[in-house]
């Protein structure tokens, strides 16, 4: 059986989780909570409105969710997992990981094409990609986060995968396709819309909202994990999340909701 090898930030949620446990003062409404790298920023507003309204705390993890998915599968103790996708709070229900009937979408996730140069993006996008006046172009793996699918989607749409698949780098996550925009190591990216918007730290430079209509919408989907089953602050979170307060603040981060 393959050894259980947690990231540096899983490992130090995991570090502060075994101290709790280990002692008497151990609360059962401390909540452990998986997160996709996009919706990270937004989780920690989430988190600490529920806290000053609850009294619980929440520990937030965040990663692409195919990782955090593998670290659900060898054990970690995540009560609740925001996901970037739909698919994967299935898979967990259907392998009898998480509560049945717990999964619901929490944002419906937008995609753009970033750069941090305020001229590169017009307000027709895919002219600005079939320019090819770049050296990079970068996206999430679309193996393992589901923006990167949308992504190599909406190329697809545009016939312009092919051609521009040897200029593409890729992110683990989309927070890394991000950050290699951010950084000038790729002129151009298809990050979160969220991330541009981000209301503590909105992007400089130009964008293009890539239209609904060239990639599957992106639902991300909540679900309570098996370690949460029997805590009420986990499922009190996960009904806060449903409350017009956490709409408000999804919405502010440039995602949609139900």
Do not use: C
């Amino acid at each position: 059986m393959k050894a259980f090898l947690p990231s540096r930030a899983f490992a130090a949620a995991f570090f502060t989780l075994a101290m709790l446990a280990g002692t008497a003062a151990a609360r059962a409404d401390d909540v452990l909570v998986a997160v996709a790298a996009n919706f990270a920023d937004a989780a920690q507003d989430l988190a600490a409105l529920y806290e000053q309204s609850s009294g619980n705390k929440v520990a937030i993890t965040t990663g692409s969710t195919g990782k955090l998915y593998a670290q659900i599968k060898e054990g970690a103790p995540f009560q609740i997992l925001l996901s970037a996708d739909a698919k994967t709070p299935a898979k967990l229900e259907d392998e009898q990981a998480a509560v049945k009937g717990s999964r619901f979408t929490y944002a419906i996730g937008k995609l753009a094409l970033w750069s941090a140069d305020a001229k590169r993006v017009g307000s027709d996008g895919a002219a600005a990609l079939r320019a090819d006046d770049f050296q990079h172009l970068a996206i999430a793996n679309p193996e393992l986060a589901p923006y990167g699918i949308a992504a190599r989607e909406a190329l697809q749409s545009l016939k312009l995968w092919d051609k521009l698949s040897p200029k593409i780098v890729m992110g683990e996550n989309i927070g890394q396709a991000h950050s290699m925009v951010a950084t000038g190591n790729a002129e151009l990216g298809f990050v979160a819309l969220s991330a541009v918007l981000n209301p503590k730290k909105p992007s400089e430079g130009s964008h293009w909202v890539v239209p609904q209509d060239m990639f599957e919408p992106i639902r991300q989907d909540a679900v309570l994990l098996n370690a949460g089953k029997d805590n009420q602050a986990a499922t009190a979170f996960l009904d806060f999340l449903k409350s017009p307060d956490a709409h408000a603040v999804i919405d502010s981060y440039g995602y949609g909701v139900e």
